[in-house]
C-alpha cells in the first residue's frame, strides 16, 4: 500500500437529516510486519516488539487480508480481520484504530467508538484516528462528548470532503445540545468554506429557522406580555396575511412601549396594503411621520413618504424625500431610482442622472434602474448612453425572466420552452 | 435600543432586496409560480380625496327596448376550454348607409362543437330606424357569416364613398364591400386578403400609411394556435390561475406576427410585411391595432398593444417602411420595465398639448398605463401619477377616451370581465363578470373615478370585451356600445346633464381616402384648444363611430377648425356653432351642418 486516500460518498437522507457514510479506502495506517507497506504521516510503523514473534506471520497475513477487505468494500470481512488481530495484538494501537475505522465505514458507529478510544489511548497521536472517534460519538448520539473533538478538529482538517461530514455532525450535535452559539459557529464556517453546497445551504436554513423559532418560543414564555412578545405575534401575522390582527397588535405594541421604533412604519404599511377606505392615505402619512419622529434615521419610512408624494405628483417633496431616504439606507438603490424618475418627471432630467447612475452601479442587475436611467438620457438627448442603458436593461430583464423560470422548474418540477414560429414567407 | 433595521429587515421590499435579482420575481408570488398572463401582482394605489365636483352624467341601458337582444355566443359561458373562447369579440358603430345615423355591427364567436346546420350563431347588422330602436338587417345585407369572429374595421377601401368592412377572425379574416344599397360582398380572395391555413387574427386598422389617398390595412395577430396541439386547462404552469385550471396562454404559447397589406388602387392589396420592416422585432402576442400619428410629422404610425409581450410603436419613415421603437420610446413596457397584458388601447389628447397620449388597459393584479406624450419623443409613465391606479382588480378591455360630460376635457370608459369563470367557482370574489369604469378628466392632468356616480348600467356586471364609442341617437352625448360575451350587447345611452355645448365633425376626403382615416381635426373654442384623430380600430379590437365629438364646455361656438388630412395637406376651415353636426369635405370646408334635435 503506497498512498492514503479517502473517497467518500455523502448521501442525504429522509427526513431532512443527513448521514455521512463513507466508503473509505484506507491505504497505509499501519501494518508492521510488511516493509514494502508504507506509512502515513500519522501513522507509525507498529513496534515488532509488540506481536509476540511466533504469531507475526499469522499477523501478518491477517492484516493484509484485512486491509484487502476494506479496500474493496467488505466492511464485515474488515471488521471480523481487525477484530482477530485486536485479540492477538492487542498493544497495537493502528490495528484498534482500523478496526475502528472498519467499524464506521459499515455503519456501526457505536461500536467504532471502543477501538478507536483504545487505540488513542494507546497512541494519542493518530490525529486520523481522533476525527473518526469524534465522527461516530456524533453519529451515535453522543454529542456532548463529540463536540469537543470536533470543535477542535474541524479548523485543522485538511481533506475537504471529511471536513464537510465533520462540520454538518458538529451542527447536528449543538443544535441537540440546544447550543446555539456554537450551532451558529460551525454554520457560519460551513457557509464560509462550502458556500454553494446545496446540504449546507439547506442546512442553513433549517438551522436558522429551528434557531428562530427557539428564540420565539422563549420569548412567548418569559415575557409573553412584553410589547416584544406582541411585536413578534404581529409580524407573525403580518406573514400570514391577517391584515387586521396584525394591525390590532401592532397597536398593543405601541401602547406598552409608544416610542418603539419600526412599529409606526409597520402600522403605515399595512393600512396601504389594505382595505381602503377615504382616509387610508392620510393615516398612512401619520403613521410614516410618527416613525420618522421616533426614528429620524428610518429610511424606509421617508421611502414611503417619498412614494405617496410621487404619487401624487408633488414632485418637490417626493425629490426632498428620496433624497434623504437615499442618504439615510445607504445601499438603497429604490431610493435612487424614485429620486430619478420624479426628477425626470418634474422635468429635471439633468439631475436625475447622478441617483440613476448610483442605483445601476448599486444594482447592476436591477432592470428598472437601466431603463429609467435610459429614458433619462433620452431626455437629454444622450443617445448613445440611452441605447446602451436600453440594452442593459433589455439583458437584465431577460436574465430575471430566465431566473423565474430556473425557480419555477426547480419548484413545480416542470420546464415547457415557449417558442416563436419562423414568420411566414 | 438597537434600531429594529439593523436586527431584521423591516419590510417585505428590504428583505427581498436582500435576495438579489430573484427578488423582483419573489416580489410577485403570481410570477413565481407561473400562470399565462403578465401581471405585476400589485396592489392598488391609495385614492386621494374626491373632488366634490359633480359628474353630471349619467348611462341607461337601451340596448333591450332598442331591439338588440341577440347574445353573443363564445364558446361556453362558464367553462372556456381554450383562450380563443376567453378572449372574445369586438363591436362597432359604422354608419354603413351613410345616412347620419350610427348602425351597430356586431361580431360573433362559435362553440368548438358545432351547431346544427341554420342554428350557427352568426354576426348581425344592426340598422339604426332613427328612433331609439335598431332592426337586424343581417341577412338583407349578406352579412350572415359564422365563425371565431375577432376584430373589426371600417374604412372605404375602395374611395366609391361607402365604408366597407374588415374581420379578424381566428380562421380566414374577411373583407367586405360595401355596395351602397345596404348589401355587401365578400371579397377576400379578390382583393388578395386571403391567408392559407388558420391565423389567429385579432386587431386591424385601415391606415393610408404611404399617403396614396388609398387605405391600406394593418392586421395583428395572437398566437400561432393548432388547438389539436394546444395543451387544455392545468396541463402546465401556464394553465393554471389561483390554482385553479384553467385555458393555457398566451404565456407558453407560440408567438405569432402581424401583417401589413398595401391597397393597390384597383380593389387589390399586397402584402408588404416583410419589406415595410413589420418583422423585424419579432413575434408578439398582438391584440388591438391602431394607427395614429404620434409624433406630429403627418405620416401615421402604428400601435399594437400586446399581451403579455412588449407592446409595438412602428414609427413610419415615409418611405414605405416601418422602425419599431415601442421600447426607445417608452410604451413597450411600463415604467417598471414590464410587460403587461394589454388588451385594448385609448387614444386621445387627456391633458390637451396637442400631443396624442395613450390608455392601455390591464390585466387583474395590475394597473392600467396611462401614457403621455412627450412631444412625440417618448411616453411618460404616468398611472399612478394621474390617479389611474386604483383600481387593480378588474381585467379590462374596450376603453376610449371620451369626452362623456362635454367639459372640454376627455374623460376615460372602459369595459371589464375576467377570463377565466373556471376560478369563480373556488374563489367566488373572483367574479368572472364585472362593472365598467368610468374615470372623469379633472382637467389638471390627473383622473378621479367616478362609476359609482354614472348609474346601475355602469355598476352592473358583465363578461365584456369590445365597446365602441359614438352618439347613436345624435343628441351630441357620447353612448357606449358594449360588447357581453354570452349575452345581449349593451347599448349605454348617455344622459348628460351638464348643459355644455358641443360639436360633431364628419370629415370626407376627396385626394385623402373618403373616410379621412388618418385626418387629424383641431379646434379652438372658449380659449382651449383640441385635437382628435379620425381613427380606424382602437379600443379592444373595436370601431368607434369616424365622426369626431368635441365638447366645447360653456363656449357657445367653436372660433376655429382646422383640419390636416391624411395627405399632409392642412386647411383652415372657420368657425361654426355649437350644437350640431358638421361635415368638411376636402378642400370645401363645412359643406353640411345639421342639427338632430
Known amino acids: 500500500m503506497t498512498s492514503c486516500g479517502f473517497a467518500i460518498i455523502l448521501t442525504v437522507v429522509k427526513n431532512g437529516r443527513m448521514r455521512v457514510r463513507f466508503a473509505v479506502a484506507i491505504c497505509a495506517l499501519l501494518l508492521a510486519v510488511t516493509p514494502a507497506r508504507a506509512q502515513t504521516p500519522e501513522v507509525k510503523r507498529p513496534s515488532r516488539q509488540a506481536i509476540p514473534s511466533a504469531q507475526q506471520a499469522e499477523v501478518a497475513q491477517l492484516a493484509a487480508n484485512a486491509m484487502a477487505a476494506l479496500r474493496r468494500g467488505d466492511s464485515a470481512g474488515a471488521i471480523q480481520g481487525f477484530e482477530k488481530l485486536t485479540k492477538l495484538a492487542p498493544g497495537v494501537a493502528e490495528f484498534h484504530a482500523n478496526l475502528g475505522m472498519a467499524y464506521y465505514s459499515a455503519g456501526r458507529f457505536r461500536d467504532a467508538i471502543p477501538p478507536c478510544r483504545q487505540a488513542l489511548k494507546l497512541k494519542p497521536s493518530l490525529t486520523a484516528t481522533r476525527y473518526f472517534l469524534g465522527l461516530s460519538l456524533a453519529e451515535s448520539g453522543q454529542c456532548g462528548e463529540a463536540l469537543p473533538y470536533l470543535e477542535k478538529d474541524y479548523p485543522r482538517l485538511p481533506d475537504p470532503q471529511l471536513k464537510r461530514a465533520m462540520g454538518m455532525d458538529a451542527l447536528r450535535c449543538a443544535m441537540a445540545m440546544n447550543q446555539p452559539d456554537k450551532a451558529v459557529d460551525f454554520l457560519r464556517w460551513l457557509s464560509r468554506d462550502f458556500p454553494d453546497d446545496p446540504d449546507v445551504l439547506y442546512l442553513s436554513a433549517t438551522v436558522y429557522s429551528e434557531l428562530s423559532t427557539r428564540a420565539s418560543q422563549r420569548l412567548l414564555q418569559t415575557a409573553p406580555g412584553s410589547y416584544q412578545a406582541h411585536q413578534f405575534n404581529a409580524e407573525v401575522m403580518e406573514y400570514q396575511g391577517k391584515v387586521g390582527d396584525a394591525i390590532e397588535e401592532y397597536r398593543k405594541v405601541l401602547t406598552l412601549n409608544p416610542n418603539a421604533p419600526g412599529i409606526h412604519y409597520r402600522l403605515g404599511s399595512l393600512l396601504l396594503a389594505g382595505e381602503r377606505g377615504p382616509t387610508t392615505l392620510d393615516e398612512a402619512r401619520r403613521e410614516f411621520e410618527e416613525e420618522l419622529r421616533i426614528d429620524p434615521e428610518s429610511a424606509v419610512a421617508e421611502y414611503q413618504l417619498a412614494e405617496m408624494a410621487r404619487q401624487a405628483r408633488q414632485w418637490d417633496e417626493a425629490v426632498e424625500r428620496f433624497r434623504h431616504a437615499a442618504k439615510l439606507g445607504g445601499k438603497f438603490e429604490d431610493a435612487l431610482i424614485g429620486l430619478g424618475k420624479s426628477l425626470v418627471s418634474a422635468n429635471r432630467a439633468a439631475e436625475a442622472i447622478e441617483p440613476l447612475e448610483a442605483a445601476v452601479k448599486l444594482a447592476p442587475d436591477n432592470p428598472v434602474a437601466h431603463y429609467q436611467l435610459s429614458f433619462a438620457y433620452r431626455r437629454l438627448g444622450r443617445e448613445d448612453e440611452a441605447k446602451k442603458e436600453l440594452a442593459a436593461y433589455r439583458e437584465t430583464h431577460e436574465k430575471l425572466l430566465r431566473a423565474g423560470q430556473a425557480i419555477r422548474a426547480g419548484i413545480q418540477g416542470r420546464m415547457t420552452a415557449p417558442q416563436t414560429v419562423e414568420p411566414p414567407e | ?597
Request: aromatic letters at 12%; hydrophobic letters at 35%.
Open chain 2, 1 to 597: 435600543m438597537v434600531a429594529p433595521e439593523s436586527v431584521m429587515p423591516l419590510t417585505r421590499r428590504r428583505f427581498l432586496e436582500s435576495l438579489g435579482p430573484a427578488a423582483f420575481l419573489l416580489a410577485s408570488p403570481r410570477r413565481l409560480l407561473g400562470q399565462g398572463m403578465a401581471s405585476r401582482g400589485v396592489r392598488p394605489a391609495p385614492r386621494p380625496k374626491f373632488s366634490g365636483k359633480p359628474f353630471p352624467v349619467t348611462f341607461t341601458d337601451v340596448a333591450p327596448r332598442a331591439g338588440l337582444t341577440t347574445p353573443v355566443v363564445y364558446g361556453e359561458e362558464y367553462a372556456k376550454k381554450y383562450i380563443v373562447e376567453a378572449n372574445g369579440p369586438g363591436i362597432a358603430f359604422f354608419d354603413y348607409d351613410h345616412d347620419g345615423w350610427l348602425d351597430i355591427f356586431l361580431v360573433n364567436g362559435t362553440r368548438h362543437e358545432g351547431f346544427p346546420p341554420g342554428q350557427e350563431p352568426t354576426n348581425h347588422l344592426y340598422h339604426n330606424n332613427r328612433d331609439g330602436t335598431f332592426t337586424d338587417v343581417t341577412e338583407k345585407a349578406g352579412l350572415k357569416h359564422s365563425g371565431w369572429g375577432y376584430g373589426v374595421s371600417i374604412g372605404d377601401y375602395d374611395n366609391d364613398g361607402y365604408d366597407d368592412l374588415f374581420l379578424t377572425h381566428f380562421g380566414k379574416n374577411i373583407l367586405y364591400h360595401n355596395n351602397g344599397d345596404g348589401t355587401f360582398t365578400e371579397v377576400t380572395e379578390k382583393a388578395g386578403l386571403r391567408e392559407p391555413g388558420t391565423r389567429y387574427g385579432t386587431g386591424c386598422t385601415f391606415v393610408d400609411y404611404d399617403r396614396d389617398g388609398h387605405l391600406d390595412l394593418f392586421v395583428s395577430r395572437y398566437i400561432d394556435l393548432d388547438l389539436a396541439k394546444t395543451p387544455v386547462g392545468g396541463a402546465n404552469r401556464y394553465c393554471t390561475y389561483k390554482g385553479v385550471s384553467v385555458n393555457c396562454g398566451p404565456l407558453g404559447l407560440a408567438k405569432e406576427f402581424c401583417s401589413l397589406y398595401h391597397n393597390n388602387g384597383d380593389g387589390t392589396f399586397t402584402d408588404v410585411t416583410a419589406k415595410a420592416g413589420i418583422l423585424a422585432p419579432g413575434g408578439r402576442f398582438g391584440l388591438s391595432a391602431v394607427a395614429f400619428d404620434y409624433n406630429n410629422d403627418g405620416w401615421p404610425d402604428l400601435f399594437v398593444a400586446c399581451d403579455s409581450s412588449p407592446n409595438l410603436l412602428f414609427r413610419n419613415n415615409h418611405d414605405g417602411t416601418f422602425t419599431e421603437v415601442g421600447m426607445e420610446a417608452g410604451v413597450a413596457v411600463n415604467g417598471d420595465g414590464q410587460e403587461q397584458a394589454n388588451m385594448g388601447v385609448a387614444v386621445g389628447d387627456y391633458d390637451g398639448d396637442g400631443w396624442l397620449d395613450l390608455f392601455l388597459p390591464h390585466f387583474s393584479d395590475d394597473t392600467p398605463l396611462l401614457l403621455r406624450n412627450v412631444k412625440g419623443e417618448f411616453f411618460d409613465d404616468l398611472t399612478y401619477a394621474a390617479g389611474m391606479a386604483v383600481n387593480t382588480r378588474y381585467v379590462c378591455w374596450g376603453v376610449d377616451f371620451a369626452d362623456l360630460d362635454n367639459d372640454g376635457w376627455l374623460d376615460l370608459f372602459h369595459v371589464t370581465g375576467t377570463v377565466y369563470p373556471e376560478v369563480e367557482k373556488v374563489y367566488p370574489d373572483y367574479k368572472f363578470k364585472t362593472q365598467r369604469v368610468v374615470y372623469r378628466n379633472l382637467g389638471n392632468g390627473s383622473f378621479e373615478e367616478v362609476s359609482d356616480l354614472c348609474g346601475p348600467a355602469v355598476l352592473e356586471s358583465h363578461a365584456s370585451r369590445g365597446c365602441a364609442f359614438g352618439d347613436f341617437d345624435n343628441d351630441g352625448n357620447l353612448d357606449v356600445l358594449i360588447m357581453n360575451l354570452s349575452e345581449p350587447p349593451s347599448l349605454l345611452k348617455n344622459e348628460n346633464r351638464s348643459g355644455n355645448h358641443w360639436l360633431v365633425v364628419k370629415l370626407v376626403g376627396t385626394r385623402s381616402n373618403r373616410s379621412a382615416i388618418g385626418a387629424r381635426v383641431a379646434i379652438t373654442a372658449g380659449g382651449r384648444r383640441q385635437i382628435r384623430e379620425v381613427l380606424s380600430g382602437s379600443s379592444y379590437i373595436s370601431q368607434s363611430d369616424l365622426r369626431q365629438h368635441f365638447g366645447l364646455g360653456p363656449a357657445p361656438r367653436v372660433d376655429q377648425i382646422e383640419v390636416r388630412w391624411p395627405n399632409g395637406q392642412g386647411e383652415k376651415v372657420g368657425s361654426a356653432e355649437a350644437d350640431q353636426f358638421v361635415t368638411i369635405q376636402e378642400g370645401r370646408g363645412i359643406v353640411k351642418a345639421e342639427r338632430y334635435r
